[in-house]
């Protein structure tokens, strides 16, 4: 419990002050009645246009008349005073015009002043509070206060008393609250025979409710303490004293390690001109009162601030109804996010100590309650800002809340709580500025607060507080605390904690004896050679003139056991250690004493990174190795190193976290240009990876064995890359723990673009390709395998495919394509852009592709077996499709692979007169215009036998025979139809039209039906169809055509398809006939019914030219049946309706 209190008196403080205040029994708010005998009658006098003397109870003239000579009382906003009905409709008149004539009255004040105190927990004696009359208030029928809090009206005013003299009303209840109490006062019921008591603290809202009849006459008081003590003093106060010195005083030896502070919450909410010991009440008052002896004894502050929390989110419902009179309805308040703050910290005297006090909710030891910014927010709010609703979600509701804390702290933080966060920086800065030669007591204060306290706090500067501390020390000349601080501040951790600089002024100010042995400390425990290096060179640059040969010994004494304790590689170091290297001992230090530790200490990696740096020293005109024998040894250096960093290396990633996914042979932001029919464009592109979710820091796989393989050819080891390649490929037993993955897959898939493009590039150099040892073909057996899985599993991207086809071109040429990757294409069931893009992409490396002695096979029959592939599998349905495969054939030069894509369409489609209608006859004109644009022969096949199957089967299965009855009866009797109203339109266009057999005319009328009936029989139209009407109401009427006409009129709209067609085919007769033949094409003639193609058809009245314009027709009755008309399409095959409009 000690340890526990030590660093958290928060609990114990609430526990105490929680249990004093239960002990207390004051209220926020006081209520009495007294009968008719209990309270004297005042005998009220009042002097305002002579009224005179008013008796009580109170009757309806004397209110009258007190009303006639009083005034509307008004309210405060702000410091505004207003008068306004809706919130205060209440007579008032002042206390100057206000007298008692019974001598008794003002001792019964004086009596119920203090009943009023006792009731509130205020210490009479100590307070001795003064009732002062303020006004005499008349309330009548319909007379309220809305909600509000009583203003300070004189100083020290401390709470409001009413007396409520005898009269008789009903309504006027006072409804009363703070914080989470509330309480309803109603003396209507025995107005009329006593005298009521009414009294609270200024700051509790209240709330006047209306009267609903009578008068109400009432007395208002204002409670006013006199004394400058705080209130209250109670005479039992020495109970928690004890505890309380104990826990403030625990709390003193805790020093930094305790709380910054506690805030309190108090009961009551206070002003900001109120904010003072003086104004305090109640339980408030009596608190602080046995905190104060207690926090001056012990040197603690106490003080008073404003908390105020700020809430955010989404409210739903309006704070009134539309109805001012309806009831009030709260706003539900969704609360997203809140913001807590501290402002305005006074001392007890009310004097300003800060603006905002530092503060975060989410610290729940200085805090009582600790949930504090929760309580708060439970109480009223003062204030709220509130969009109402928004169409489809709630409106934003911002509301403020307010109450007053106590604030306690020792003295010893007092700069924190001045300064808040800004004390570290105001620290920091003064000790780097201190010019003294010994500590003041603020600076000593500075120190203590860093050491002791700041040095502690999460994200505290220890770097920052270190060095200021350590010049400080220098300049006082006190190791003492030099050695403090860097043990403090892990100061002998490594050499850039404290720095060279101010380790070499403490050399300077303290000597050689007293910081030797702390460099030591600081240079065994630094990780990096370079900054180890650079301290010794520091040291030794800046303490030349100081004289001290033993500095300059022990110097190169540590320089030597430096360069034999080497600590592993670090970016950036690779030239230091080079340097180093040249001027003490050369590459004969380099190559017998620092090559051997760092290969033995240092990541595969970073050898890789020096031996590189040791091959661009040895090509600078000033390098360190320009002697031969230098030179040679070095390239031996850089061998042994890259051979060890390889044999070393994790090429593969194995210790890698498995990631949450790994698209393996995925090539990132590459967009691929248009496909040209050039070798040039199928260039590999380097793929570019993410780093895998989990992998530790390093190279990506892939560009790690690239790294090797580049850094092998620029330092001229070329062999080495046979062995980066055998450890890629070499086999390795599998790990059994599920989060590690094998990345060796991936690796070898993402090497396979570099790989190609290194074979193309040496293969073009005057050097000549890569040579045997380099073990390419090592490479590709092991890599093809792979390609060869991924293609069976995953939907190919262009990169891939590029990278394939170079690859299986490198590696084995048309063989191993035919035999191997052919088989694996034709079961992978590619889709079509995908065999597109892999044919393509053969096309353009077909040079690449050298066929082997004996070999049959070529490019141009791998394409035309891939090609007769898709075919097979292509679903033909529209003529976009089969035009574009077509055209791709003939792109990749495979002319009988057309042809059977041809054939195939016929055999799979020409039995479905659908499919000749709507798919076969309509790709004619596709087809003529491919044949022309690829010069090929209309006349001969493929194409010849395809205009024949497809204008055959067209003319037996959608054409049909000629009928006996000619279209242009259905044209005749159209035109015989004279009237050109809407109804009558239609059925002229229904007759003219193509293949529609009913006509309905929905709810059209009775007279429109007889009306159109009777133009039907006069045009002779039963001829061709007949009529009848339809049963509905309004009435309709339905005409349908003959079988004969129907047959008529659609063999006449089909007929023309068929010659369009022949016309697209060729329009020179010769030519057709040496397509379809001499007897083959006049049976397709005799079926169109034309001598030729380009004979003139039998003319017929075109539909859209048959006037059609509405005229004035029979009178017609007007009545519910005749509306006018509008065209409406009806979903029925040979169908169309007109409704009404």
């Given at each position: 419990?000690?340890?526990?209190i ?31 005998l ?33 005034k ?14 809706d ?11 206000v ?23 205020v ?7 003064r ?102 003093s ?18 003193e ?15 009551h ?18 608190l ?7 926090a ?27 109805d ?32 905002e ?19 708060v927010e ?9 969009e109402?609703y ?9 509301r ?12 010893l933080?007092?700069?924190e ?20 030669a ?11 607060y ?10 505290a ?7 200021c ?94 360069l ?6 670090a ?19 380099l190559?017998?004493s ?42 031996h ?19 890698a ?31 570019h ?8 820091e ?17 330092t ?11 450890r890629l ?14 990345g060796?897959?991936s690796?070898?898939?993402?090497l ?29 057996a092991a ?9 069976e ?15 299986v ?6 063989e ?11 079961a992978?069931h ?10 393509r ?5 077909e ?19 891939l ?10 349905t ?23 894509l ?53 003319a ?23 009237c ?28 429109a ?28 009427l ?29 329009a ?23 001598p030729?193609?380009n ?5 017929k009245?075109?539909?859209s ?12 009755l ?6 006018p008309?509008?065209?409406r ?13």
């Open positions: 419990m000690e340890e526990y030590s660093h958290y008196p928060q609990r114990e403080l609430g526990e105490i002050l929680s249990s004093a205040k239960d002990r207390f029994t004051g209220s926020y708010y006081f209520t009495a009645q007294y009968d008719i209990d309270a004297p009658n005042p005998i009220l006098r009042l002097t305002a246009g002579n009224i005179g003397t008013v008796g009580l109870p109170l009757g309806e003239a004397a209110a009258k008349q007190i009303i006639a000579h009083s509307q009382a008004p309210f405060g906003m702000g410091e505004r005073t207003l008068v306004d009905k919130v205060r409709d209440t007579w008032e008149m002042d206390s100057e015009f007298q008692f004539d019974n001598p008794d009255w003002a001792p019964f004040i004086n009596e119920l002043a203090e009943d009023v105190c006792a009731g509130l927990g210490d009479f004696h100590a307070s001795q509070p009732a002062e009359l303020y006004k005499l208030l008349l309330y009548e029928t319909g007379s309220h206060f809305l909600p509000h809090q009583d203003t300070e009206k004189v100083d020290g005013m401390f709470a409001t008393m009413i007396v409520i003299l005898p009269s008789a009303f009903t309504g006027g209840a006072a409804h009363l609250s703070h914080a989470d109490l509330s309480a309803t006062i109603d003396y209507s019921a025995d107005s009329l025979s006593s005298t009521s008591v009414m009294a609270w603290y200024t700051d509790v809202t209240h709330e006047i409710k209306p009267i609903t009849s009578g008068y109400r006459l009432a007395l208002s008081y204002n409670l006013i303490h006199t004394t400058s003590a705080l209130r209250p109670l005479p039992n106060a020495q109970g928690p004293l004890p505890q309380l010195r104990d826990v403030l005083l625990t709390w030896h805790t020093g930094y390690e305790g709380p910054l502070k506690i805030v309190y919450l108090l009961d909410k206070y002003s900001l001109a109120n904010l003072r010991g003086s104004a305090l009440k109640g339980t408030d008052a009596h602080v009162s046995l905190l104060d002896a207690v001056k004894e012990l040197d603690f502050r106490l003080g008073l601030a404003t908390i105020e929390c700020h809430a955010s989110g989404y409210g739903q419902g309006d704070e009134y109804e539309d001012y009179d309806g009831p009030r309805r709260s706003v539900e308040f969704d609360r997203n996010t809140a913001n807590t703050t501290i402002l305005n910290l006074v001392n007890m005297d009310g004097q300003l100590i800060s603006d006090l530092d503060f975060s909710a989410e610290d729940k030891n200085q805090t009582i309650p600790s949930d504090l910014d929760s309580v439970a109480g009223d709010h003062y204030k709220q800002e509130y109402g928004q169409g489809n979600s709630a409106g934003t509701l911002e403020w809340y307010r109450r007053t804390i106590l604030v306690i702290w020792p003295s933080r007092d700069p709580i001045v300064y808040g966060r800004s004390y570290a920086e105001k620290a920091l800065g003064a000790l780097r500025e201190t010019a003294s010994s500590p003041n007591e603020e600076e000593y204060g500075y120190v203590e860093m050491l002791g306290h700041l040095v502690d706090q999460y994200g500067p220890k770097r920052d507080i270190l060095r501390v350590c010049a400080a020390a220098c300049q006082w000349d006190d190791i003492e605390l030099w050695r403090r601080a860097m043990c403090i501040c892990n100061g002998f951790d490594d050499c850039s904690t404290l720095g060279s600089e101010y380790i070499v002024k403490a050399l300077s100010r303290f000597g050689s004896n007293e910081i030797l042995p702390s460099i030591e400390k600081i240079l065994e425990s630094e990780q990096t050679n370079a900054k180890r290096f650079e301290l010794l060179e520091e040291i030794e640059s800046k303490t030349k003139n100081l004289g001290d040969l033993m500095l300059g010994d022990w110097v190169t004494k540590k320089r030597e056991i430096d034999g304790s080497l600590r592993p590689l970016t950036g170091e690779n030239q230091l250690l080079i340097n180093v290297a040249r001027t003490f001992g050369g590459v004969m230090a190559e017998h620092m090559v051997p530790q760092i290969k033995s200490n240092s990541r595969p990696e970073d050898l890789l990174s020096f031996a590189l740096a040791l091959h661009a020293e040895q090509g600078k005109e000033d390098g360190a190795f320009k002697d031969p024998a230098d030179m040679k040894a070095c390239s250096i850089k061998a042994e190193l890259l051979s060890h960093a390889i044999e070393h290396e994790d090429f593969f990633g194995t210790a976290t498995r990631p949450q996914h790994l698209r393996l042979f995925s090539f990132r932001h590459q967009k691929p240009a248009a496909f040209t029919n050039s070798a040039a464009y199928i260039q590999p592109r380097l793929p990876y993410p780093r895998a979710y989990g992998s530790r390093r190279m990506l796989p892939t560009d790690l064995p690239e790294q090797y393989v580049k850094a092998c050819l620029k001229e080891n070329e062999h080495l890359i046979g062995r980066v390649v055998e490929v070499e086999p390795f037993a599998p790990s059994t723990d599920p989060s590690i993955i094998d060796r897959t690796v070898l898939l993402n396979v673009p570099y790989f190609n493009k290194l074979v193309q590039e040496r293969s073009a150099m005057p050097a000549g390709p890569l040579p045997p040892h380099a073990k390419i073909d090592t490479f590709y890599a093809i395998p792979l390609l060869l899985t991924h293609m599993g995953t939907t190919l991207e262009e990169t891939e495919i590029t990278c394939t086809v170079q690859a071109a490198i590696a084995g040429g048309i191993l394509l035919e035999k191997i990757i052919l088989p694996k294409v034709t992978g590619w889709g079509t852009d995908t065999y597109k893009l892999f044919i992409h053969l096309r353009a490396c040079s690449q592709f050298v066929p082997k002695a004996g070999t049959t096979s070529s490019i141009t029959t791998i394409v035309a077996s090609i007769q592939t898709m075919i097979n599998q292509l679903i033909l529209n003529s976009a499709s089969t035009m574009e495969m077509l055209n791709f054939c003939y792109e990749m030069d495979s002319g009988p692979c057309y042809a059977d041809l054939s195939r369409l016929l055999r799979e489609s020409i039995a479905a007169s659908h499919k000749v209608e709507a798919f076969l006859l309509p790709l004619i004109p596709d087809l003529v215009d491919f044949a022309s644009h690829h010069h090929i022969s209309i006349t001969a096949p493929p194409l010849v036998s395809y205009f024949k199957a497809v204008m055959s089967a067209w037996q299965m959608i054409l049909g025979p000629k009928p006996t009855l000619d279209a242009s009866i259905l044209f005749a009797c159209a035109q015989r139809i004279t050109r109203c809407d109804l009558c339109a239609d059925v002229a266009a229904f007759l003219c039209s193509g293949p529609r057999k009913t006509l309905m005319l929905h709810q059209i009328g009775a007279p039906a007889k009306h159109v009936e009777y133009k039907l029989g006069n045009a002779g139209v039963s001829a061709i169809a007949t009529w009848d009407t339809l049963p509905t109401v309004p009435r309709g339905q005409v349908v055509k003959t079988n004969e006409a129907y047959q008529a009129s659609k063999w006449a709209t089909t007929q023309p398809k068929g010659i369009t067609a022949l016309k697209r085919i060729s020179d007769e010769n030519v057709l006939v040496e397509i379809f033949g001499d007897d083959g094409y006049k049976e397709l003639l005799r079926a169109l019914g034309v030729w193609v004979a003139p058809i039998e003319s009245p075109d539909p030219q048959v006037d059609l314009t509405p005229q004035p027709s029979t009178p017609m007007t009545n519910e049946d005749s509306n008309l509008k065209r399409k009806m979903h029925h095959a040979d169908t169309e309706a007109a409704d009404p409009a």
